[in-house]
């Protein structure tokens, strides 16, 4: 069954759910989720195998990436994650047995790379949770899975083969690079190779891989522009850009992940710096509130305002790199295209606040949920949670088709499209159940791990800290270090220096356990971090130096005896100066032991830890933050290289928040001068929205997901704020002073207080200052506002003393209707007679026309209706005519000219069925057929060939109707427009019905009281719960239950009165009608069904009175009653008068 993607209100209904989620609902929807891939898996395996990928609507399969059973592979890992040990094994077999490299098909270098080398390297290294699987002796730096990924790596490797070291896009598997393949290829294409290669290297010894995936990095980072941006497609035998366009979204995404990812994996500093200089850069010049735009690489400008769906992995890895607050507002922000929506499209346009035509499509992609998983395991904040479950619920509604699940065409129509992407089993089921299945042994914190015997000796493996290469294919890092020969000069190194007890309690390793951890007999609790290792480069660093260099320091301190406490907390029996001093050297010995590279000489990091101990000296026992530390480092008169690293080094462990990080390069750019004097010259729009990035963090509305009331007043008033704020830029405008109001969680107490920041003037400053100081907030950032001296002499604003807010709304009212009284327009008199006298005889001319104009439709309409059997064509009467001719024709010609087998479907969607032409082409909820007329043939084609599909919901809908009515107690009447889309229409009843029945039998009876004997409409997401002229309650498929209850106790009394009248209403309504027709000589008289019956009978009251000259002039005509204020005349002639007419 197919939904239209506006379930996104079942993700609004969760989000607001008052309860945290229970372990219930967690195991509830891991079993969803464990359904969802069986269901998808089990639907490739009976239709598309041996294909690469699965064609749901069709059940067939279809070789997309290179024929390799993609799928197959892509889903090993998901299997074992899943626990499902005896297909994991089954399918290691028959992949040994089936898939091989040698054959004559171009591939991608990058999903060849991510998907069947990552995939078969994941497979390899979870083999061995595998019960059934038969290890090799040297596992896990051997294996016949490991020989498959290398055979796949040697095939791509002569792709590099170019003057820059960057590969080419695609490369033949048998014959190589084509000499007539072209050389320009994507940033993530070349970006995107080192955890792959990498792995491979660290596994097999063989540094070919390592080393070719750090040469085509190094060569990309070269390229870089000015201000530090790279394009996305790049020449890479010139090495020059083609694309300029800088983005974090498609073509360049996975290429900023990998950098990060890199540095973690293969402990890669190096990688890690261009990371954060990445993300500084990023946020300059991309950076627009919390989105990323599309921007000029050379000049940073910002150009496209749109958000791309594969953007969404951003949150992930700022959360995996330590940045969480900064993931949190991003991905909330991300969160309202799921509420807007339901899904991600490929493209959102954000200033317009909708998806950009042609890019409407969702492929199930996993980026979303990715940084939810990495987010909530990071923050444990059940918000993420409902989140996931609601994208659960949307994808099982939208996308679920009986041969697995089906790619999103348009997520506003909900159309379909026939294909299964590999990466929906291999990320996103992955994510969302490793969201749900917080025990999965890829969560392992390192409490846990097993040892094994290689030829390196005895290994410590699964020991967590898993990294997902950007298929979601998980990497051990232990089995890495396992098969890497420096594991052997890392331990020689540790056993040399183990008697040195201090040393020891530096790497947080405990005496008593030194023998034990170097047998590798056993895994030690007291162990905090994994053993550290180094690049070959650095491996023969002087260690005895550094040593000395610790013992010096040690040798002033008395009772230097290092001890762990019962609790596991370090107490040291030495005075604070002294436990000051070797605190601050254990984190920048653990920072060079865990992270060193090269890139810091050991006489550097001597010339450090005695200038941090002078330092210490110099400021006694006064512990002084880290910023004073830069500063000093800054202000002595020491090696600037040396200077310059001390800063990168502290900079990189993240002793220093943003801010202080930018103060610091502030005050290097300014050669250590006076910062203050030049810091806040000018406060611009950036700057000020970096200063209340903590406020909006404080206020905004998601962080109160689970109480909507509060929710919405934080929402409406970040509205006024924001609105207020934008009109200071770039040139201040006066505007009213208003006061908003703010509900914040308590930090002391977690409850709710209520706060207001007054919105008074033109200075930025103090505003943001008021907002930060009302949240308790840091406001050094922001300067003191500077007093305005624009003021108009004799003006008392709103907030003197002598100036009352009242007294003020009232001269702002009184100037306001002044400025407008002086616009209007004064009314002309008897304008109606004007307009008919001007008019009469084109409105003549009109009626004329339209009266021919259905004579001359008439053979085309019925040339339809005898081809194709149609009983009747209908169209909106305000389109041209030739326009609703050329729609006619149209679809005449559309019909002969389809092949015999389509000409069939066609006949069957139109025989016995009305046509309209309306807004939009789609089914009809009573099975007619609609075609837009600004459509285009094709989609017209395409309702033809679903109607039997759409038809078979018409029995669905119904179904879903008596559910609601028999929900809410069958004693009120539901009102359907049977012109309405039926798949739009079935999205809205199931979502209604889906929330309502969610609520207890308390909550159900108060809703059946209060709708007794009412008239229901439901209508779609983007109506308001609201109130017609005839008592009709029209009531948005989304509603909130609060908000539902609410209106319903204001409204139903008066909608029952309303109602009551109706029928009496109705026939004064068709007495009048009548009676002016009669007493005009109107062809036909209607009107708005918005206006009041009274307003009505004043209106043709004072029609049928009207001066003679209107009557003869108005004779013949068809009119309509408008609450339209001007006068027009329609296409098909008839003219419409407001209901006030003059």
Not at 420 to 441: G, P, Q, R
Not at 1103 to 1132: F, Q, R, W
Request: glycine share 4%; hydrophobic share 35%; with cysteine.
């Amino acid at each position: 069954m197919h939904y239209h993607p506006i379930i996104i209100f079942i993700v609004s209904l969760l989000i607001t759910t008052a309860n945290a989620f229970s372990q219930t609902q967690k195991d509830e929807y891991r079993t969803k989720v464990k359904d969802m891939f069986s269901h998808a898996y089990n639907a490739y395996l009976d239709h598309a195998y041996p294909y690469d990928e699965l064609k749901p609507l069709t059940c067939k399969g279809q070789d997309t990436w290179g024929k390799f059973k993609l799928t197959l592979i892509d889903s090993l890992s998901t299997n074992m994650i899943l626990g499902n040990y005896t297909e994991f094994h089954r399918v290691v077999n028959l992949i040994l047995e089936s898939v091989t490299t040698d054959i004559d098909v171009n591939v991608s270098i990058f999903e060849t790379n991510i998907r069947v080398i990552g995939g078969l390297l994941s497979a390899h290294i979870l083999q061995i949770r595998d019960p059934y699987a038969n290890l090799t002796d040297n596992y896990p730096c051997a294996g016949p899975l490991l020989d498959l990924a290398r055979e796949f790596a040697n095939k791509l490797l002569p792709a590099f083969r170019t003057t820059t070291g960057m590969p080419y896009g695609t490369v033949n598997l048998k014959y190589g690079v084509n000499k007539n393949e072209t050389p320009i290829t994507c940033t993530a294409c070349i970006g995107t190779l080192i955890v792959e290669f990498g792995t491979l290297t660290r596994l097999t010894g063989d540094p070919i891989y390592e080393s070719t995936a750090m040469k085509a990095l190094n060569a990309l980072w070269k390229t870089r522009s000015e201000i530090g941006l790279v394009g996305n497609h790049i020449d890479v035998m010139t090495g020059k850009w083609t694309a300029t366009d800088a983005t974090i979204g498609a073509a360049v995404d996975s290429y900023y992940e990998y950098l990060a990812k890199g540095a973690i994996l293969f402990q890669k500093p190096e990688l890690m710096v261009q990371f954060k200089e990445t993300v500084k850069v990023v946020n300059k010049h991309l950076r627009k509130d919390d989105w990323f735009t599309l921007s000029f690489m050379e000049t940073g400008g910002k150009h496209k305002l749109y958000f791309q769906s594969l953007e969404a992995f951003w949150p992930g890895v700022l959360a995996l790199t330590g940045s969480i607050d900064e993931a949190q507002r991003i991905l909330l922000n991300y969160a309202q295209i799921i509420r807007h929506i339901g899904v991600m499209p490929e493209i959102y346009d954000y200033p317009n606040k909708k998806p950009l035509p042609g890019r409407e499509g969702f492929p199930l992609r996993p980026e979303f949920v990715e940084s939810l998983m990495y987010v909530y395991k990071a923050t444990k904040d059940d918000t993420y949670l409902q989140i996931a479950a609601g994208i659960v619920d949307t994808i099982n509604l939208m996308s679920k088709v009986p041969c697995g699940y089906s790619t999103v065409k348009n997520v506003i129509t909900g159309q379909l499209d026939d294909r299964m992407e590999s990466f929906f089993l291999a990320e996103t089921v992955k994510y969302l159940y490793l969201i749900f299945d917080e025990n999965n042994f890829i969560h392992n914190d390192g409490s846990e791990a097993r040892i094994i015997d290689t030829d390196n000796g005895k290994c410590v493996v699964e020991a967590g800290g898993y990294i997902f290469n950007t298929e979601a294919h998980p990497i051990d890092p232990s089995m890495l270090y396992c098969c890497d020969k420096r594991k052997e000069k890392d331990l020689e190194m540790i056993d040399k220096f183990k008697s040195n007890i201090n040393f020891l309690e530096l790497l947080n390793i405990d005496e008593s356990n030194v023998d034990s951890y170097l047998a590798g007999k056993e895994v030690v609790d007291e162990v905090k971090d994994t053993v550290p290792q180094q690049d070959e480069e650095t491996a023969n660093i002087d260690h005895k130096l550094l040593s000395e260099v610790i013992a010096d320091i040690e040798e002033n301190t008395t009772g230097s005896h290092l001890s762990l406490s019962p609790d596991e907390e370090k107490t040291f029996s030495i005075d604070g100066k002294k436990l000051n001093d070797l605190d601050e050297i254990k984190q920048i010995i653990s920072h060079f032991t865990k992270h060193q590279s090269g890139s810091y000489a050991i006489d550097d990091a001597k010339k450090i830890i005695l200038y941090l101990k002078d330092l210490r000296t110099k400021y006694g026992d006064i512990s002084f933050s880290s910023i004073e530390l830069q500063k000093s480092l800054i202000d002595e008169d020491i090696e600037h290289e040396v200077k310059k690293r001390t800063i990168d080094l502290i900079e990189s462990i993240e002793l220093v928040d943003d801010d202080k990080s930018w103060l610091l390069s502030q005050r290097v750019l300014t050669n250590a001068g006076s910062l203050n004097s030049v810091r806040f010259n000018n406060f611009t729009a950036q700057q000020a929205a970096s200063a209340l990035r903590p406020f909006y963090f404080e206020v905004h509305p998601d962080r109160f997901a689970k109480d909507p009331l509060v929710r919405q007043k934080n929402e409406k008033s970040l509205q006024i704020f924001n609105g207020y704020l934008n009109e200071l830029y770039p040139v201040p405008k006066a505007q009213k002073p208003i006061e908003v109001n703010f509900s914040i969680r308590c930090k002391k107490t977690e409850k709710f207080i209520n706060i207001c920041v007054p919105l008074t003037g033109n200075d930025p400053r103090r505003i943001v200052r008021s907002a930060l100081e009302k949240c308790e907030l840091d406001t050094k950032k922001v300067p003191e506002p500077i007093e305005n001296k624009s003021k108009v002499e004799h003006y008392e604003t709103p907030s003197s003393a002598s100036y009352s807010k009242r007294e003020a709304e009232a001269r702002w009212r009184s100037l306001h209707e002044q400025f407008y009284s002086k616009k209007k327009k004064k009314p002309i008199p008897n304008e109606l007679l004007n307009a008919l006298s001007k008019n009469h005889d084109f409105i003549r001319e009109k009626m004329r026309n339209y009266e021919e104009m259905k004579e001359n439709f008439k053979d085309e309409i019925a040339h339809l209706q005898r081809v194709v059997g149609l009983v009747d064509v209908r169209w909106t009467s305000r389109w041209e005519h030739s326009y609703l001719k050329r729609c006619l024709l149209t679809v005449s010609l559309m019909y002969k000219d389809a092949e015999p087998e389509v000409k069939t479907k066609i006949m069957y969607a139109l025989h016995g069925y009305i046509l309209n032409f309306g807004r939009g082409s789609h089914v009809c909820c009573n099975g007619n057929i609609q075609f837009g007329a600004d459509d285009v043939p094709k989609n017209w084609l395409q309702v033809c060939l679903e109607a039997t599909t759409r038809r078979n919901e018409i029995n669905i809908l119904h179904d879903l109707k008596s559910k609601v009515k028999s929900l809410l107690g069958n004693e009120f009447n539901l009102i359907l427009d049977e012109n309405d889309c039926i798949l739009r229409t079935v999205t809205e009843y199931k979502t209604i019905y889906l929330r309502l029945k969610r609520r207890n039998k308390e909550e159900i009876n108060k809703l059946r009281s209060l709708l007794k004997g009412s008239i229901i409409e439901v209508t779609s997401t983007n109506d308001e719960l609201s109130l017609d002229k005839n008592g009709r309650i029209f009531i948005p498929c989304n509603v909130e239950y609060s908000a539902l209850i609410q209106f319903l106790e204001a409204n139903v009394e008066i909608s029952k009165h309303l109602t009551k009248n109706l029928i009496s209403k109705i026939c004064e309504a068709e007495s009048l009608q009548k009676t002016c027709v009669i007493i005009l000589q109107l062809k036909d008289l209607s009107w708005d069904d918005t206006i009041l019956i009274e307003d009505l009978r004043k209106c043709l009251t004072r029609l049928e009175n009207a001066t003679p000259e209107i009557k003869d002039l108005i004779k013949g005509m068809h009119v309509k009653i408008s609450n339209n204020p001007n006068i027009y005349v329609m296409n098909d002639g008839k003219l419409v008068i407001p209901v006030d007419w003059i």
